[in-house]
């Protein structure tokens, strides 16, 4: 039996073309047994297919078919984020230029551990980290430039800001470093507190939605001792942005050190239209960014860019086979203390690719027709007899629901088109009621899609 072909190598390239046919047919023909943006019938239905499909997924013999079969079944089950009706989460559709120079990564499969593994590709990360770094703080002088490192995603990267923010502290005040965060905060960031072991947290409310200065400043007054804020740029359920400039005066004049969760809102940097929301950005010590939101990358892309890179220096560790000193001292460079991982792909080479064929000015397109979509959506709800606005969209998150249902009939009405396979909406509570969510992220949304959605809402809302 001979050896199945590798993706790389000199017969790479021939070993690949007849397989990405075959994945391309397979995506076409899963996509129109599909025939909306995700599969009908709910779980239950959806798990019964995909293990009708399957079969026993690690047989005696192999099944060289078996590649078709799964990119079909995968395609066929799958929510599409390029369905204009696939609007729950933030879950981009990605860009195509992005998935290809994906594949090539995954084909040539460095491995961000060591020099050694990934020649080109620490180089070019470390280009594309400091543009990044540099959009968000600016280039800034004297010092050290501003750095960034590439993230999972804005789970991860909140993690490292806790972390760094920690030992930050640690190392210039002592005492327990202890989060203050708002209520609208993403999720990640009281969890990375926890897995930290952090003291107790201090949540504050937010009633608007927003993280109010005055608020914040009570709470700087009255809990002592190092302490981090998060601030939020961009919330997940209604896509706010915290007043950033209000809330960084606030931590200067308490000393406490700030960190801005932009993994939504980030992509505004992009455009010189809505960069404006961003103003105050710079002054956080560390900024979550992710570009598998408002960057239409595919996952994962996040970053956490640091205003001071010697805060990175807790990450430093040595192991001799990836970074030994004699290799570091005749100029190898260490990529250890580069993330919280070891073995790392290199998601920068489709952030690279999109940079550089896009540019500022194609990527600020993206970001202005996403919001142009999510303003216009907000005008036929506003003008929809049935139909009520939450508020006017600061993002792209459009909150809305039947004018007199209960939350009973919201919530069942977002899982009934689900399970019909009709479309995909989130769900946010917010002001004590149940809203229906639109995260538009789709720059191919036309006006007559977001019509249908609406019509879709109205038809399956009883009276």
């Known amino acids: 039996m001979s050896s199945p072909p590798l993706a790389s190598g000199p017969d790479g390239t021939d070993a690949l073309r007849p397989l990405l046919d075959t994945v391309l ?3 076409d023909t899963g996509r129109r047994a599909r025939g909306g943006p995700l599969p009908a019938g709910g779980p239950e239905a959806v798990t019964a297919q995909v293990r009708a499909a399957v079969g026993d997924i690690l047989p005696a013999h192999g099944d060289p078919d078996a590649l078709r079969t799964l990119v079909h079944t995968l395609a066929a089950g799958a929510a599409d984020p390029a369905d204009p009706l696939c609007a729950a989460h933030l879950h981009c559709p990605p860009l195509a230029v992005a998935t290809a120079a994906d594949l090539a990564a995954s084909a040539l499969n460095p491995s961000l551990d060591s020099w050694d593994q990934a020649p080109a590709a620490s180089a070019l ?16 002088a004297p010092g050290a430039p501003p750095d960034a490192l590439v993230t999972t995603g804005g789970t991860e990267s909140n ?21 203050v965060h ?15 072991g952090l003291p107790d947290l201090v949540v ?32 997940t359920d209604a896509g706010l942005i915290d007043p950033l400039p209000e809330i960084a005066a606030r931590c200067a004049a308490h000393g406490a050190r700030l960190h801005i969760d932009a993994a939504y809102g980030g992509g505004l ?13 710079d002054t956080a010590h560390t900024v979550t960014l992710d570009l598998h939101k408002l960057g239409w990358q595919p996952v994962a892309a996040g970053l956490l860019a640091v205003r001071d890179p010697a805060d990175l220096t807790p990450l430093h560790q040595r192991a001799d086979y990836l970074n030994a000193d004699d290799d570091t001292d005749a100029g190898l460079p260490d990529l250890l203390g580069r993330s919280l991982r070891t073995t790392r792909r290199p998601d920068v080479l489709k952030i690279a690719a999109t940079l550089r064929t896009l540019g500022r000015d194609g990527l600020g397109a993206l970001v202005d027709q996403v919001h142009a979509h999510a303003r216009h959506l907000a005008d036929l709800v506003d003008a929809h007899p049935h139909l009520t ?17 209960t939350d009973d009939t919201v919530a069942a009405v977002r899982r009934r088109l689900l399970t019909d396979g009709r479309a995909v909406l989130g769900r946010a509570r917010l002001d004590g009621r149940l809203w229906l969510k639109a995260t538009l992220l789709n720059p191919h949304t036309r006006p007559d899609d977001l019509a249908a959605l609406l019509h879709l809402v109205e038809g399956n809302t009883p009276r």
């Open 389 to 405: 606005l939450h508020a006017r969209p600061t993002l792209t998150t459009v909150l809305f629901r039947p004018t007199h249902a």
């Open 182 to 196: 708002g209520a609208n905060a993403h999720h990640s960031l009281p969890r990375a507190a926890w897995l930290l």
């Open 25 to 27: 047919d397979a995506l």
């Open 204 to 235: 504050l409310p937010t009633p608007t939605g927003r993280l109010d200065p005055d608020t914040l400043d009570t709470a700087l007054t009255t809990h002592r001792g190092p302490l981090l804020v998060a601030a939020t740029a961009g919330t």
């Open 125 to 140: 990360e470390t280009l594309v980290t400091h543009a990044l770094a540099a959009e968000v703080y600016g280039h800034r």
């Open 159 to 179: 993690q490292l800001a806790l972390l760094l923010a920690r030992e930050a502290h640690a190392h210039t005040h002592g005492g327990t470093l202890r989060l």
């Open 269 to 281: 940097l992009f455009s010189d239209r809505h960069r404006p929301l961003l103003t105050g950005l």
